[in-house]
């Protein structure tokens, strides 16, 4: 099944603690992107990235790094969480550049630092 | 505020009834996407208009881009529970598909 898999869905960690949210799709697409989402501030980039080693900066890109070593996955790095990053987020991909298939995303994953 | 306005935020259907969501732009869109969630969950890809007045349908579902591609609508006829759910707009920026921004969502609840 064509899919965006994420880990994990829900996680509780406390400040300071590294963390890794992984994504992975088997779709070969080129594009991925991560997005949190916040009541009443809707969906946000974080970062994109158009191909391997190839990643830039959303709109609120601050506190979080990607890599994308691999075509399949795009793992979010959040180096020392804090409280405000707190959130749900989501990984997509798509295949082209166009988007004419939108951005398949993932299940979520509900994140939340103390 | 945002760069994508949609409205209404909130929206209670009769069940069967007809209903119009609008997302609207002040800046000229590089491809409209609609998209629907369930509550806490993934988002799940409807459509995408990319043309001014460009016009797509699914099942009860139409979505319409004016020709200034500043403004779509999605219209669902006759609602049915399955359509409950949160309805999110998103464009491209500039003439990068890769950057799409959303708008903050309605929250769509049928009555039976």
Known sequence: EAQVTQNPRYL??????????????????????WYRQDPGLGLRQIYYSMNVEVTDKGDVPEGYKVSRKEKRNFPLILESPSPNQTSLYFCASKMDREGNYGYTFGSGTRLTVV | ???????????????????????????TLYGLYW?????????????MLQKGGEEKSHEKITAKL??????????????????????????????????????SGTRLSIRP
């Open chain 2, 35 to 47: 998209y629907k969630q369930k509550y806490g969950e993934g988002l799940i890809f409807l459509m």
């Open chain 2, 66 to 103: 004016d020709e200034k591609k500043q403004q779509s609508s999605l219209h669902i006829t006759a609602s049915q529970p399955s359509h409950a759910g949160i309805y999110l707009c998103g464009a491209g920026r500039y003439s990068s598909a890769s950057k799409i921004i959303f708008g």
């Open chain 1, 12 to 33: 509780i960690t406390v400040t300071g603690k590294k963390l890794t949210v992984t994504c992975s799709q088997n779709m070969n697409h080129e594009y991925m992107s």
């Open chain 2, 1 to 27: 505020s945002q760069e994508l306005e949609q409205s209404p935020q909130s929206l209670i259907v009769q069940e069967g009834k007809n209903l119009t969501i609008n997302c609207t732009s002040s800046k």
